[in-house]
């Protein structure tokens, strides 16, 4: 049942001491029996991670591709949480991974069954993958047949009017594989709705599940980014009344924890979207209210139109990165000004429509909370030089991004100083078999670690065949890939650095008639491409994000193809970093590019029965020291390829 621990305890006995009896048992005895192999990596981990539990500490857990580090981990976080009475979070690098986790022939269900242990998991999924009722209302008429479809799906009890008895989840992203992902953007939640007033959160898919993950005894799972994103927000919600996004773990897991900084950065911003502003302010410009408020309404939109074009103009494309560097000028800085100054002024107007009532008191609420972050972020953006700054442009919209300080700051007091244990895992965590890149950008300060190689014979199981081409020499990268696809009759992953070039690619394959199916990130869902990927074996898969956590073995993914050296953006966050540091190319760029290579690699051999190629392609002005590090993480000796 769960709650209880799955080993027997009495008052004077010391809970490390059984736990560490019982994990000699499940890894010498039970798992063996239940058809497991025995591995002595898995065990050095196991009994490494003790310690960590123990001592409430940071450890950076490295564990080679086929160690089964997933198992290890799950087992000391079911028993802590268990022992603790609150559940542990495992926060995996994307919304796809947590899914695997909990899927029917998950590492969890492989436990569950060689255990006879019942988990109570329950996933905690970002905002972002729910569908918001409203907007989907919106956009409900007779000519929109995915729209119309997606409407008629949703449960019996969304639309009645009684008190909710039962519900169940519903209106997740991966409910509706069949929208791509422009289409969700229409009718899934976006910064823009207020959950909090809204009349149909009691209903609302998104709403319900965040009720149902909150009681989860044993393990709660979630990404990255929704963990970051709870510990920016966590203040600020409960200043508002409102619980955080997450409960306090017994403990913290970041699979694939190499990449915990990017969600970091991602989430500890502030965005403000173009459009955002004239949205709001239109939601309640019908409404009776004075001249002199409507015309500081009309003013404010004004300037903030002349705000972003100024913003267009004076920002450059940063390659391999949506992030686009903002060059603050006299006039954006101007202008910048002047719409906060607009902004301040209107709020102290709004504050007497209210005592009018004349506007309906939901949207003004949400306008005024809106208003107060809008002012917050311009003041970060004119006032404050503090941070860093970047322009984004999505189909059209742009979002001036404001990110108030490196995230190790924030990371360091918000969540490594916590009495807690943080289990970092992942294949490749260390750069020159040092810790302290990875422990620096995340702001830790102590930390245990160790390291354990992969039980895989890699000599037997693959080859990698490196090629160089001219720099931007994209056609003849472009053939030869194509040429690998052909021979090989498909079967593989295709990694790019750069979306466009993906998208190039795209187009180049269109010109010719290829007898496989070769399938792009961004078409369709992506848990939905990769089931496609996984059970479709001739099927290609070319990616710009799934150089880390994808695991499909067998002989859906024979190939990997790198069609770029994985080497950082030049965007404005890295800029920043290379600013602060003594070398840049060596502490920056360099750490980062060599531990996406290792995982690029990696997505290869999955299983003892995998074999299979990967092919590097290189460019011919590559710098000898830069080619030094590459053959030395790679896992075998590589060939020349014959072109
Ligand atoms: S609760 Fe939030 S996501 Fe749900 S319908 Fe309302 S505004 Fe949309």
Known sequence: MPGSLPFSISKSESFFEKLNEWIGDV?????????????????????????????????FAEAGVGTGKTIVYLLYAIC???????????????????????????????????????????????????????????????????????????????HESSTLQKFHRYGERTDYPHLTDEQWSN????????????SRRHRCGLTLQREHYRNAADLIV?????????????????????????????????????LLEFASQKALTYRYTERTLETLLTRIMDNDIRDKTLGLMENAITINEQLFAELVKYSSESKSSEKMTVKKTPSINSLAENLLWTLESLQEELVFESEMFVINDYNLKIVEEYLDQISYSLTLFARRSVGI???????????????????????????????????????TLSDNKSFDYLAKSLGIDEYASFSVNSPFEYEEMMEIFLSDFASGDFQSKAQYTLEQL?????????????????????????????????????????????SRFQNDVDTVLCSVNLWEGLDVPGEALENVILFDLPFPPNDPV?????????????????????????????????????RGTVHLLLDTQLEASVMDRILSVLPVQPKKAIR
């Open 80 to 158: 802590y949480a268990r022992y603790t009475n609150q559940p542990a979070i495992i926060a995996c690098a994307d919304e796809r991974l947590i899914e695997q986790l909990v899927k029917k022939e998950g590492d969890i269900a492989k436990l569950e069954k060689a255990l006879d242990l019942n988990v109570d998991v329950r996933l905690a999924k970002s905002r972002d993958q729910y569908l918001c009722l409203n907007k989907l209302d919106a956009l409900i008429n007779d000519d929109n047949e995915a729209y119309n479809s997606v409407h008629e799906s949703l449960p019996r009890f969304v």
């Open 486 to 530: 052909k021979s090989t009759k498909g079967k593989a992953l295709v990694l790019f650095t750069d979306k466009n070039e993906l998208y190039s690619f795209k187009k180049y394959t269109e010109a010719y008639n290829i007898d496989f199916p070769i399938l792009f990130e961004g078409d369709a869902e992506i848990s939905t491409l990769v």
């Open 389 to 427: 700054n970047w322009l984004e442009n999505h189909n059209g919209e742009k979002t001036l991004v404001i990110m108030p300080k490196m995230v190790e700051e924030i990371l360091r007091k918000e969540v490594f100083s916590q009495d807690k244990p943080f289990v970092f895992s992942s294949a």
């Open 574 to 610: 890295f800029a920043a970093k290379r600013e602060e540091a003594e070398d840049p190319f060596n502490e920056v760029d360099m750490p980062y590019m060599i531990l996406r290579l290792r995982q690029g690699i990696g997505r290869l051999i999955r299983s003892h029965a995998d």
């Open 187 to 198: 009718i899934g939640w976006d910064a823009l709705q207020d959950c909090l007033a809204c």
């Open 222 to 258: 979630c990404s990255h980014d929704f963990y970051m994103e709870h510990i920016w927000t966590k203040e600020s919600r409960k200043r508002e009344g409102e619980l955080p996004f997450l409960p306090d773990g017994s403990c913290v897991v970041f699979d694939e924890g190499h």
């Open 27 to 59: 890894f010498y005895d039970i798992l063996p029996e239940a058809g497991f192999d025995l591995r002595d990596e898995q065990v050095f981990m196991a009994f490494q991670l003790e310690k960590a539990f123990k001592d409430k500490k940071v450890i």
